[in-house]
């Protein structure tokens, strides 16, 4: 059984910095794309950047410059080091995998496995 849970998230100011965490078990993830998404309230999920299984990551351009996706296969765990964040980036955070992955790996439907998701709220 897959697992995904998300931890590191709560209340920071604009301008500050945040590190959020997914521990994944029930698999090898190293053979895994693994993404975030963000998901803010009565708006669409998003995608934030997805980390291959190559070592190779790709970021939302809304991201870009300002948060960090880092993986340790030893731990399955994923990370995304959120820095200079913005009242916009308050969100709810999602990671999720999935064993196949192809050119739509901005799009949630194209993952199969995802974790509760942590709270994340930038004040002005």
């Known amino acids: 059984q897959v697992v995904l849970e998300e931890s590191g998230g709560g209340l920071v100011q604009a301008g500050g910095s945040l590190r959020l965490s997914c521990a994944a078990s029930?698999?090898?993830?190293?053979?895994?794309?693994m993404s975030w998404f963000r998901q803010a309230p009565g708006k669409e999920r998003e995608f934030v950047g997805v980390?291959?299984?190559?070592?190779?990551?790709s970021y939302a351009d809304l991201v870009e410059g300002r948060f960090t996706i880092s993986r340790d296969n030893t731990k399955n765990t994923l990370y995304l080091e959120m820095n200079n964040l913005k009242p916009e980036d308050t969100a709810v955070y999602h990671c999720?995998?999935?064993?196949?992955?192809?050119?739509?790996?901005?799009?949630?439907?194209?993952?199969?496995?995802w974790g509760q998701g942590t709270q994340v709220t930038v004040s002005s």
């Open positions: 980390s291959w299984s190559s070592g190779m990551i």
């Open positions: 029930g698999r090898d993830f190293s053979f895994y794309a």
């Open positions: 999720a995998t999935s064993s196949k992955m192809g050119s739509g790996y901005y799009l949630d439907r194209a993952y199969a496995y």
